[in-house]
Nanobody, 122 residues
């Protein structure tokens, strides 16, 4: 089974950028659709972006569209989330997830990382 591990979180000022990485070990990476989700304190887990098996199809939440870009490198079994124009509302723990098909619903993903904290100061 694939095991995702996130990295790249940190503290950044409003308007700044961060790049998150998700490294997946085990399993056959190209069999999985991948997603980024986030959870802010006191809020539910929410969809950020998803990417299909080949990386040719992507989708974004309205709140991240135009600011975030999701990509994957199947040769290295990795996924990335480039986050630009960050806002304090983007502060959350960000999770990488792998599933059998692309979905915006967290419950459709079988494998999850431990998360990485992103904090955006105003």
């Amino acid at each position: 089974q694939v095991q995702p591990v996130e990295s790249g979180g940190g503290l950044v000022q409003s308007g700044g950028s961060l790049r998150l990485s998700c490294a997946a070990s085990g399993g056959t990476f190209t069999r999985y659709a991948l997603g980024w989700f986030r959870q802010a304190p006191g809020k539910e887990l929410e969809y950020v972006a998803i990417i299909g098996w080949t990386g040719g199809s992507t989708a974004y939440a309205d709140s991240t569209k135009g600011r975030f870009t999701v990509t994957r490198d199947n040769t290295k079994s990795m996924m990335f989330l480039q986050m630009n124009s960050l806002e304090p509302e983007d502060t959350a723990v960000y999770y990488c997830a792998a599933g059998s098909y692309g979905s915006i619903r967290p419950q459709d993903y079988e494998h999850w990382g431990q998360g990485t904290q992103v904090t955006v100061s105003s």
